[in-house]
């Protein structure tokens, strides 16, 4: 099994800033893609960033030019720095990761627990 954990979310002021982390642990043999999904009061989730193993990236044209992924392969890790934050920004925000994991290399696709962020006005 692989667990997700996140962390970093809060309150903060329109245009500050947050981190998000997100570690995987468990019996992990290759994460392959790893990214951010928020889902905000009465609307679908939706795709933040994501990042590939070997460093594509890909960002909602939202948070383009005020977010910006990464990640720490040799910990499992991946970051969501958010800055210029908005209210539109506010949600409960979401890791997932994808490889595979065990001895039998099982394929896993997971999501972390989730972290609110609010953006206050």
């Known amino acids: 099994q692989v667990q997700l954990v996140e962390s970093g979310g809060g309150l903060v002021q329109v245009g500050g800033s947050l981190r998000l982390s997100c570690a995987a642990s468990?019996?992990?043999?290759?994460?392959?893609?790893m990214g951010w999904y928020r889902q905000a009061p009465g609307k679908q989730r939706e795709l933040v960033a994501s990042?590939?193993?070997?460093?594509?990236?890909n960002y909602a044209d939202s948070v383009k030019g005020r977010f910006t992924i990464s990640r720490d392969n040799a910990k499992n890790t991946v970051y969501l720095q958010m800055n210029s934050l908005k209210p539109e920004d506010t949600a409960v925000y979401y890791c997932?990761?994808?490889?595979?994991?065990?001895?039998?290399?099982?394929?896993?696709?997971?999501w972390g627990q989730g972290t609110q962020v609010t953006v206050s006005s």
């Open positions: 990042i590939s193993s070997g460093g594509r990236i």
């Open positions: 468990g019996s992990i043999f290759r994460i392959n893609n």
């Open positions: 997932n990761a994808e490889g595979y994991y065990g001895g039998w290399r099982t394929n896993f696709n997971g």
